[in-house]
Nanobody, 124 residues
Framework: QVQLVESGGGLVQAGGSLRLSCAASGRTFSSYAMGWFRQAPGKERKFVAAIKWSGGSTYYADSVKGRFTISRDNAKNTVYLQMNSLKPEDTAVYYC?????????????????WGQGTQVTVSS
C-alpha cells in the first residue's frame, strides 16, 4: 500500500516562501513520476508541478512558473515543492500525488495515489 505524507504547509505573508515535502512509501519511489496539485475552497483540484522519475524533467502550471520549484530525492523517497514569491491566490490545500507508470503528468486521473493534503495560506 502506497502512503504519501505531506508536510511544510502553514501561514505566510505575501512575498514569502514555504517548502513542502512529501514522503512516500509502499512501492519503488524512483520508478514513478510525482506531482503536486492544489485545491482552493469551492474550486477543483488543479495541477501545480510534476517531476519525472529521474528528476531530469519538470513541469509547471503557468501560474507558478518562475516561482515554484519541484525536486526529488530518490534516496529519501521524498519530493519537494519550493514556493517563493507567494501570492494570496496561492492559498489552497496542496496535495502530493504519485502517477501511474505512464500517462500525462498534467492530468489528475493519471495519478493513482494521493496524500492527505497540507494547507498553505498566504496573507496579503
Amino acid at each position: 500500500q502506497v502512503q504519501l505524507v505531506e508536510s511544510g504547509g502553514g501561514l505566510v505573508q505575501a512575498g514569502g516562501s514555504l517548502r513542502l515535502s512529501c514522503a512516500a512509501s509502499g512501492r519503488t519511489f524512483s520508478s514513478y513520476a510525482m506531482g503536486w496539485f492544489r485545491q482552493a475552497p469551492g474550486k477543483e483540484r488543479k495541477f501545480v508541478a510534476a517531476i519525472k522519475w529521474s528528476g531530469g524533467s519538470t513541469y509547471y502550471a503557468d501560474s507558478v512558473k518562475g516561482r515554484f520549484t519541484i525536486s526529488r530525492d530518490n534516496a529519501k523517497n521524498t519530493v519537494y515543492l519550493q514556493m517563493n514569491s507567494l501570492k494570496p491566490e496561492d492559498t489552497a490545500v496542496y496535495y502530493c500525488a504519485q502517477r501511474r507508470y505512464s500517462g500525462s503528468v498534467y492530468q489528475r486521473a493519471e495519478y493513482d495515489y494521493w496524500g492527505q493534503g497540507t494547507q498553505v495560506t498566504v496573507s496579503s
